[in-house]
């Protein structure tokens, strides 16, 4: 049976590019963790992490609007709304920031439940599938 909706594919890769950005763009010399725009926006006192939540809010609407249930939608909210708080902990909230990745988390779920949907739509990134061997 075909995808009723051919763009989701596309949506869902826009959706993945925006979570690496925010959470994975850049990698620590030496360390080698990868940290993104919402670990850098943290950093700026008061306004940091209420600038990362524009992004997180996107992929949030975007789910909805891709038809997630309201299970991943809320689970979706949660990460986001953990992430927040515990963010906007001065320097536990920028460490945390590097290890939580909601965007990410929130992009993984959201590709997870509309994939269980619909076989048009694969479980990883296409990027992340050619990197993994898969």
Do not use: C
């Not at 890769?13 to 030496?30: E, G, L, N, T």
């Not at 909210?77 to 902990?89: L, W």
């Amino acid at each position: 049976m075909p995808d009723p909706h051919p763009d989701h594919a596309a949506r869902l890769d826009r959706v993945d590019r925006i979570a690496r950005r925010m959470d994975r763009a850049f990698r620590v010399p030496v360390v080698g963790m990868r940290v993104g725009y919402d670990s850098i926006l943290g950093l700026i006192p008061g306004i940091g992490d209420a600038l990362a939540l524009a992004p997180a809010g996107y992929i949030l609407l975007e789910a909805h609007r891709l038809g997630a249930s309201l299970g991943t939608l809320a689970r979706m909210g949660a990460n986001v709304g953990i992430d927040f708080v515990i963010g906007a902990i001065p320097l536990i909230g920028d460490l945390f920031d590097i290890g939580w990745k909601a965007n990410t988390r929130n992009a993984a779920l959201l590709r997870r439940d509309l994939s269980r949907r619909s076989p048009a739509i694969p479980r990883r990134p296409r990027t992340e599938a050619a990197h993994q061997g898969g």
